[in-house]
């Protein structure tokens, strides 16, 4: 019996027929590169009208293609002729040892393509196939359809029978690189990693950057930054980040020597947004990406966020705007970034002791004709580099 991998998707079946083959495609070359990266053997990816096979002998394809962006389920699978006969032998296989003494169990079917028989009659003819064999084993069979103790699950299609006892959910989402590239401003902390695997989620290429605050933070806080990259880097095999670190600490500098001393911090976050917006111009990206939730700190108060971009141009993105601490830790669990972004790495050296919290909308404007910001911003830029995450 050949054995495959079905993997199903959502949003896609909603495009256009150009733009869902497209998306297809690009979900089918993401699959394979995520295979690839975990070592996993396959002969062939193949599509059909709502799905997408992928055939190999080793489960641990299933949760990986579910582990890829725009993969809404998997399921791995025994495939047989598209025949109630062949469906039934099938299902009284994978039954036998799936359901013991005392359990019940249940026949999920459903077809698509024209077939001389209904799904009713699929589940109540490979039924009779599990009840039968359950019998010759000794096992006195039990069926409930409201809440069965073990499902076997049988999709008939146009030419084959595909049955299989597990569904594993998908990340969901949009396959990457459907959606253009990014600038992402990344640090080690919670909640930046988690904004940006957000919109990795919706089909957005990244281009991480990180503004590296030394003298103001040790290395620490860059090894913590670069680790959360390096995992962010694992859902993604097939879209090697690209990644810019960025001389921040003379900025800072520049902020504590000749400005108020409160507003340190918003002044360094419309410079971050200035670095960004030029590497997003070098890059032909299309937007910038924060970890800003409504609220949760000083610099991200109403007053604030509006401080920080008042006179300046840039596209933001805020993924996490209306999260809650507790959901954006909930995700970061779950992307497997959160151990990594609770390590102690010290506080900032340039947050001041009484950070402003309700900044007048045009008062950082101000604030910069204090400074020669363009340049300050020039220099950062040609003074960045790119990292290798590997090293």
């Given at each position: 019996m050949e054995n495959v991998v079905l993997v199903r998707y959502g949003e896609l079946a909603l495009k256009s027929t150009g733009?869902?083959?497209?998306?297809?495609?690009?979900?089918?070359?993401?699959?394979?590169?995520?295979?690839?990266?975990?070592?996993?053997?396959?002969?062939?990816?193949?599509?059909?009208?709502?799905?997408?096979?992928?055939?190999?002998?080793?489960?641990?394809?299933?949760?990986?293609?579910?582990?890829?962006?725009?993969?809404?389920?998997?399921?791995?699978?025994?495939?047989?002729?598209?025949?109630?006969?062949?469906?039934?032998?099938?299902?009284?296989?994978?039954?036998?040892?799936?359901?013991?003494?005392?359990?019940?169990?249940?026949?999920?079917?459903?077809?698509?393509?024209?077939?001389?028989?209904?799904?009713?009659?699929?589940?109540?003819?490979?039924?009779?196939?599990?009840?039968?064999?359950?019998?010759?084993?000794g096992i006195t069979p039990s069926v409930d359809l409201t809440n069965p103790h073990r499902e076997i699950f049988v999709e008939?299609?146009?030419?084959?029978?595909?049955?299989?006892?597990?569904?594993?959910?998908?990340?969901?989402?949009?396959?990457?690189?459907?959606?253009?590239?990014?600038?992402?401003?990344?640090?080690?902390?919670?909640?930046?990693?988690?904004?940006?695997?957000?919109?990795?989620?919706?089909?957005?290429?990244?281009?991480?950057?990180?503004?590296?605050?030394?003298?103001?933070?040790?290395?620490?806080?860059?090894?913590?930054?670069m680790d959360c990259l390096k995992v962010l880097q694992d859902w993604c095999p097939g879209h090697p980040f690209r990644v810019y670190e960025v001389p921040n600490g003379p900025n800072l500098s520049a902020f504590i020597d000749k400005c108020s001393r409160n507003n340190t911090c918003l002044l360094c976050k419309r410079t971050m947004y200035r670095i960004a917006f030029e590497i997003m111009k070098k890059e032909g990206a299309s937007g910038i990406i924060t970890g800003s939730s409504l609220g949760q700190v000083a610099s991200q108060t109403t007053p604030n966020m509006y401080a920080e971009v008042h006179g300046l141009c840039v596209p933001l993105y805020h993924?996490?705007?209306?999260?809650?601490?507790?959901?954006?830790?909930?995700?970061?669990?779950?992307?497997g970034t959160y151990d990594i972004s609770v390590r102690t790495v010290g506080e900032c050296g340039a947050v001041p002791i009484h950070p402003e919290v309700k900044a007048a909308f045009d008062s950082m404007t101000m604030e910069e004709k204090k400074l020669d910001i363009d340049d300050l911003v020039q220099q950062s830029v040609e003074n960045s580099r790119i990292v290798d995450l590997d090293m």
């Open positions: 733009v869902r083959n497209w998306y297809e495609r690009i979900l089918v070359k993401n699959i394979s590169s995520m295979l690839e990266k975990r070592g996993i053997p396959y002969s062939n990816i193949s599509r059909e009208w709502g799905r997408i096979f992928i055939v190999s002998d080793d489960v641990r394809a299933a949760k990986a293609a579910a582990d890829v962006f725009g993969v809404v389920s998997t399921s791995f699978a025994r495939v047989g002729d598209a025949t109630i006969e062949s469906a039934g032998e099938l299902c009284a296989k994978l039954g036998d040892g799936f359901i013991s003494e005392g359990q019940s169990f249940a026949i999920r079917a459903r077809r698509t393509g024209n077939h001389s028989f209904s799904s009713r009659d699929i589940g109540t003819r490979c039924g009779d196939a599990v009840w039968k064999m359950l019998e010759s084993k008939m299609r146009q030419t084959r029978s595909y049955v299989f006892t597990e569904n594993i959910a998908g990340v969901g989402g949009l396959p990457m690189g459907t959606q253009g590239k990014m600038v992402s401003l990344v640090s080690g902390g919670i909640d930046s990693p988690v904004a940006t695997w957000l919109m990795m989620k919706r089909g957005v290429e990244i281009i991480p950057v990180y503004c590296n605050n030394s003298p103001y933070n040790d290395n620490r806080a860059h090894k913590r930054t993924p996490l705007i209306g999260l809650d601490k507790n959901e954006i830790i909930d995700i970061s669990r779950k992307i």
